[in-house]
């Protein structure tokens, strides 16, 4: 009947659980983020309850209900081993779950039984509680969803690991996701100029409690190493090499601590293992790729080029790249990393697909397409020899307000290609007119007006500076 159906609704929106989570589709490739479950299944049993869940929604996301049910008995079979003891507290997710997927299936008497499950559980727990309950465990469960679905989730994932410490400051679990979030959020940060609290304290709290978490142990390495304290870093990573030599989670992270060192063909070796062990991992993909360019890079500037060897380079390089972007079509810098490798190889029709391609799609963020720019401005500039396509392209840049890398970037790049031209004797009033946009677009009034001026000067006709002078004093 439609009233219980509408009740119902009403009890399933107050459960805790993924799909009360905003957990968004459009975020996420769900063919990626199931392999990346699925691996994650396999090397890390003491997660196995919340990776089910996880995989069950993800099933459901890929309307496949029944799969769904499947990987919900199996999270249930790893509550019964893992947790003897509290069969009831640690289901409440698994149950929400199951409540959510039967609606979804039209089997509401299955989907009321599940709800009264988690109501009389929340009852039994606490006297004030209906099917809502504030328990540390949910919000970590919720803070490693957020985490699987990307960077628009990561601070309500450090809100939700925050709550689990209140209650438990010392489990090592919240402090491990704690600990990751915060790196993650210091890493997107840099890149995107915004401020953040450093991650190291709570990466060194995270390894004290979990002395043999690989994974936590890697991501303070690659933290000190930024921090020019790599051979510090180095200990953790050939400590962690000895706990789990074969955890292709940790592998990935070591890599990268070799490519970043400059210790590439330590970082391929290691790669190639890890790809062996979890051949469909995107970021191991990726991160071969950014491998297999270094080199390339590397043996172009050296004084003979063997070009045999750089042209299986990038073969290599862009097999791995466009795998990358066929399974996760919204990674979006390996768009740029794909064009460069096509314009090294000089394929430079190929490259200037993949960066028309990419600057059409919406789901960008502005850091992302800031960054674009600043790769295709080069790629016009350094292979296609065209300066004026260039300095279109880093003042498209400009014109996105936010500040990041990638707009820093550019404006170093437009402003010393003008500058160049224009002390060389060769600007005419069109470069110093463009000076005079680059510095009205940085905010800088009053040499944007020194500019416009210089341009009125030389080409006294010219209404579009006119009126950008006008406007301009009109603003000050």
Known sequence: STISKNSLKTSLLQLECHFTWTLLKQHVSLEALEETVVDHIKYVIEYNIVDYNMLSYVCHLKNSNEEALRNLKKAEEAIQK???????????????????????????????????????????????????????????????ALLRFGNNYWERAENCFENALKSEPDNPDFNAGYAITMYRLENFADRYCEERRP??????????????NTTIMALLALQLQQLKRGDEGERYIEEALQIAPDFPVFLRYAANFYRRKGEV?????????????????????????????????????????PQEEVENLIQLAIFHFKTVIEKKPIFFSAYSDLANTYALGKRYEE???????????????????????????????????????????YIECLKIKKDSYGRKKCREAVETLLKKKIKSGLGDATDIGTLGLVHNLNGEKQKAIECYEKAIALDPNNEEYQNALSDLQLSI
């Open 265 to 305: 063909d330590k970082a391929v070796e290691i790669l190639e293992k890890a790809l062996a062990l979890t051949p469909k991992s995107i970021s191991l993909h990726h991160q071969l790729g950014l491998c297999y360019k270094f080199k390339i890079l590397q043996l172009k500037r050296a004084r003979y080029t």
């Open 82 to 144: 893992h947790h003897p003891g509290e069969i009831a507290r640690r289901s409440l997710v698994t149950w929400g779950n199951y409540a959510w997927i039967y609606y979804h299936m039209q089997r509401y008497e299955e989907a009321q039984i599940y709800v009264s499950k988690v109501k009389n559980t929340c009852k039994n727990l606490s006297s004030t509680a209906h099917g809502k309950i504030q328990l540390p465990e949910i919000y970590a469960e919720q803070g490693w």
């Open 199 to 212: 991650c190291l304290k709570a990466l060194e709290r995270a390894v004290e409690l979990n002395p043999r």
């Open 351 to 393: 490259a200037e697909e993949i960066f028309q391609e990419v600057l059409q799609r919406n789901e960008l963020s502005c850091g992302e397409k800031q960054e674009i720019y600043f790769h295709y401005g080069n790629f016009q500039h350094l292979h296609m020899k065209s300066e004026s396509k260039a300095i279109k392209n």
